[in-house]
């Protein structure tokens, strides 16, 4: 029996109709390998994962590899987005023994969830030296059958491998001036000077090494780590990864020119990038910046937006095309004669010469993804926003990508603090309002009355799973970011609740923390990962977070927690600087105080706007009139107004600027 079909995850239900008998994770499960005495089938994809999605149709769906897996295995599924927790761990395994990994995972494990066997997707028949997935099943099987005291030695091994190993930390203190200047070195080598970027194919958005370059650039003016900033964005933009149509930023780039990319739309690329664009902005006027953070802002709010309030995963990046078929990229691409067929040959040719579609074309069987190749000269402005709006109706046409519509704490903490920005810099207010009924959400359905954050949420439900070290960090950067912007300063107390709990119950000795909190269910390892990927890890998300509430509140607690999680900034950040992009920004604001700005004024008036727009790396903002603003704020107690007008004061490192009325003085203390 599948046991799926009540679950809450989008991609777990997706395989609700298997004739798998899948279990999704519990102690039942392994409970029930154990009276069998047969191993457990651990597959660990998400929703919009494209070969996921094909493994399920080729092996999954099919009747005689089910009712093989179901005689000889516990089949079990996991959404990697709702349990990052088992995800990290058994990836680590893989990537240990195989040298990589991705999803589909697949993964052997004994009754007692230890791994011995390994393995990412597997075709329906052997094919490029790989077997197929049946061959792996009996191959299995016939070592858990003949040779079971070896994959019992295996399994010992490996789980006594990933114990073992240990975490550097570094070292006493944080990152300095010389452990910045070699992360920024170590990321000069790595820039891609004709494309932008880092490294090569396949490219993913550096969204958390742009806010560290922007944030250097800030705090030294080094103008060649805003060039690899500025450069970055506008490839990016006029690339293939951004709909150039409907806004958003795709997952990443198949090639080094980002002219083709890997379909699918997380929440977090755009949230992140959103919030980069508006600070790449804040700091150079760029209108191009501007359209792009407004426009991913307006897709996360149009496309990604639940009844509820809150933010839907991901887009998928399959859809069906024009024949029937289910094919990536079916939805965004185009062809000249579907180009001819909205616009006439006319607009047409004109659209095809913009865009970048040719007849050869740039993806599969002819069609093209749009982009700006930049070598169409000078172009009608109306002209192309007709053209881009007709466009943008017809594929609206088209049979939509599926949509992953379960809330996760962590993706909507970004989106909540990228669209409070977003809103604030640009005069949007609906964003701001958008922001905060997300973050309403997340206080009643993930906090709810159980005072744990919960991972997930679908439909206005929470789901099962704890959240993890990336939810607090990133929900409590959210509404820190909320509070700056709408003065209220009940998102700073939410913040230090959710940051209370990651020093009562993530973090270790030294400084170090954990992905889990320490009454969460034991796997065989406890995960513990600092670098960052597609996302801020939980490691460094936490410290940038507990080093903005240190800064709003004054507390030693969370500021010395801060400085010690930057212990292992300090010891990654010099020698992989690509993959701890958020840590070396959290960085910056540490060297740079953070500057603490307490504005005695109305909210969104004029001195409160500017201190938002200062560039100063990791500055906070409070602002508040009246007698009950230092109980909103503790940075405004005992901070009146000058004269009667309103007044903003700057501190850093226990040391205060002269309070200030004029808005450009303002500017100039926080390097606007």
């Known amino acids: 029996m599948n046991r799926l079909a009540g679950v809450t995850s989008p991609y777990l239900l997706q395989h609700a109709d298997n004739p798998v008998d899948w279990w999704p994770w519990a102690p039942e499960a392994f409970e029930e390998a154990k009276r069998r005495d047969v191993p457990v089938l651990l597959s660990v994809g998400y929703s919009a994962c494209h070969w996921c999605h094909v493994m399920a149709h080729e092996s999954f769906e099919d009747e005689t590899v089910a009712t093989y897996l179901n005689a000889h295995f516990v089949p079990v599924k996991v959404d990697r987005e709702e349990r990052p927790d088992i995800d990290a761990v058994y990836m680590e395994a893989v990537q240990a023994a195989t040298g990589h990994g991705g999803w589909p995972m697949t993964v052997f494990l004994t009754p007692d969830a230890e791994p011995f066997y390994f393995g990412t997707y597997f075709p329906p028949e052997a094919r490029h030296g790989s077997p197929s997935f049946q061959q792996v099943l009996e191959g299995v099987v016939a070592a858990w059958t003949d040779r079971r005291e070896e994959v019992a030695e295996v399994a010992e091994r490996i789980v006594a491998d990933l114990a073992g190993r240990s975490l550097v930390h570094g070292g006493d203190g944080v990152p300095g001036e010389s452990e910045i200047a070699q992360a920024l070195l170590g990321l000069t080598r790595e820039y891609d000077e004709q494309h932008g970027g880092f490294g090569g194919a396949p490219k993913f958005p550096p969204s958390m090494v742009v806010e560290f370059l922007l944030r250097h650039y800030a705090r030294t003016g080094s103008e060649g780590a805003l060039q690899m900033a500025a450069d970055t964005c506008s490839a990016m933009a006029r690339g293939g990864i951004y709909d150039q149509l409907g806004g958003g930023f795709a997952r990443y780039s198949v090639d080094r020119e980002w002219v083709v990319p890997h379909f699918e739309k997380m929440l977090y690329d755009n949230a992140l990038l959103c919030r980069v664009y508006a600070h790449l902005w804040r700091t150079t006027g760029s209108d191009e910046a501007r359209r792009i953070a407004l426009e991913t802002a307006d897709f996360m709010v149009r496309e990604l937006r639940t009844a509820e309030g809150g933010f839907a995963s991901a887009l998928d990046a399959d859809s069906e ?300 903002v409070a602002a508040g009139e009246g007698p009950g603003a230092g109980a909103e704020f503790p940075l405004l107690v005992d901070r009146p107004p000058v004269g009667g007008e309103p007044t903003a004061y700057v501190c850093r490192h226990f040391v205060c600027d002269a309070p200030t009325t004029d808005a450009g003085e303002l500017a100039a203390k926080l390097g606007g």
């Open 321 to 620: 095309d024009a024949d029937g078929r289910h094919v990536e990229g079916a939805y965004y691409v185009w062809t000249p004669a579907q180009l001819r067929e909205v616009l006439g040959e006319d607009d047409a040719a004109f659209a095809a010469a913009y865009f970048g579609v040719t007849e050869k074309g740039t993806f599969e069987e002819g069609a093209s993804v749009l982009r700006l190749p930049g070598d169409t000269g000078p172009v009608d402005a109306a002209r192309v926003a007709d053209v881009r709006g007709r466009l943008l109706a017809a594929r609206e046409e088209r049979p939509r990508p599926g949509l992953d519509d379960k809330v996760v704490a962590a993706w909507n903490g970004l989106a909540i603090a990228a669209l409070a920005e977003t809103g604030a810099y640009f005069d949007r207010p609906d964003l701001v309002e958008r922001a905060t009924e997300a973050a309403d959400l997340l206080v009643r359905v993930h906090l709810g009355e159980v005072a744990r954050l919960a991972r997930t949420s679908k439909d206005g439900q929470a789901g099962d799973n704890a959240g993890v070290l990336e939810d607090y960090g990133d929900v409590a950067e959210g509404f820190l970011t909320l509070a700056a912007v709408t003065g209220e300063g009940a998102w700073l107390e939410f913040a230090g609740f959710l940051l209370d709990i990651v020093l009562e119950q993530f973090t270790g000795e030294g400084g170090q923390l954990y992905d889990t909190a320490h009454d969460a269910e034991q796997l065989i390892r406890r995960p513990q990962d600092p670098t960052d990927s597609a996302t801020p890890s939980g490691w460094t998300a936490a410290a940038g977070a507990l080093l903005s509430y240190a800064a709003y509140t004054g507390s030693e607690a969370h500021r010395t927690a801060a400085e010690g999680a930057l212990g292992v900034v300090k010891a990654l950040g010099p020698r992989v600087p690509r993959f701890v992009g958020w840590g070396l920004a959290v960085a910056e604001a540490l060297l740079d105080g953070p500057r603490e700005v307490a504005v005695a004024g109305p909210v969104g008036g004029e001195l409160h706007r500017t201190a938002l727009l200062g560039r100063a790396p990791g500055a906070v």
